[in-house]
T-cell receptor
Framework: NAGVTQTPKFQVLKTGQSMTLQCAQD?????MYWYRQDPGMGLRLIYY???????DKGEVPNGYNVSRLNKREFSLRLESAAPSQTSVYFC???????????FGQGTRLTVV | GESVGLHLPTLSVQEGDNSIINCAYS??????FIWYKQESGKGPQFIID?????DKRQGQRVTVLLNKTVKHLSLQIAATQPGDSAVYFC?????????????FGKGTKLSVKP
């Protein structure tokens, strides 16, 4: 089982460039999430999708957009990357809200 | 290298000893708690969870204790092994909370000496 798969694993962007981080899960989970992880800050929720067709803001949504493409896929888009968005991004999924979340391996993004 | 471990509280234990990692959570309305383990360069991995109607739950070599009176959560690892070296996060979820999902603590780095 692949679980939660994120692409790419590494990315370097110039300030102002855009990109989309992809995430797919094969566990038939209803809920999906995007987190960012910075040193000393733990994991902070960017956006989540409680179920297919819905998305909601988390703790730090500014500068990001998301799309729940279907039940399997949940993408995160940076329209105009800024150095403050340099971070490690994790996608996660869970059967329902308020249940155990399974994480992908992360995308390390550097904005220069 | 992985920068997740910088500036984190660190617990150093001898192989074979028991480890206790503590976490103070923030919201008295939180009703679900999870411990995650994160190894360098990997995503967080579920260890054990507990709901607020319990005060103790045991897994394989791990036990989670919940003290709602003082909003404290602990993870006990028995017979700690080198493979247990990682950063450990507690996470809480408030029933009906607007955040939508788990709020993570900043983590504790466990270092196991052989």
């Amino acid at each position: 089982n692949a679980g939660v798969t994120q692409t790419p694993k590494f990315q370097v962007l110039k300030t102002g460039q855009s990109m989309t981080l992809q995430c797919a899960q094969d566990m038939n989970h209803n809920s999906m999430y995007w987190y960012r992880q910075d040193p000393g800050m733990g994991l902070r929720l960017i956006y989540y999708s409680a179920s297919e067709g819905t998305t909601d803001k988390g703790e730090v949504p500014n500068g990001y957009n998301v799309s729940r493409l279907n039940k399997r896929e949940f993408s995160l888009r940076l329209e105009s990357a800024a150095p403050s968005q340099t971070s490690v991004y994790f996608c996660a999924s869970s059967p329902e809200m308020n249940t155990e979340a399974f994480f992908g391996q992360g995308t390390r993004l550097t904005v220069v | 290298g992985e920068s997740v471990g910088l500036h984190l509280p660190t617990l150093s234990v001898q192989e074979g000893d028991n480890s206790i990692i503590n976490c103070a959570y923030s919201n008295s309305a939180s009703d679900y708690f999870i411990w995650y383990k994160q190894e360098s360069g990997k995503g967080p991995q579920f260890i054990i969870d507990i709901r607020s109607n319990m005060d103790k739950r045991q897994g394989q070599r791990v036990t989670v204790l919940l003290n709602k009176t003082v909003k404290h959560l602990s993870l006990q690892i028995a017979a700690t092994q080198p493979g247990d070296s990682a950063v450990y996060f507690c996470a809480e979820n408030m029933k009906g909370g607007s955040q939508g999902n788990l709020i993570f603590g900043k983590g504790t780095k466990l270092s196991v000496k052989p």
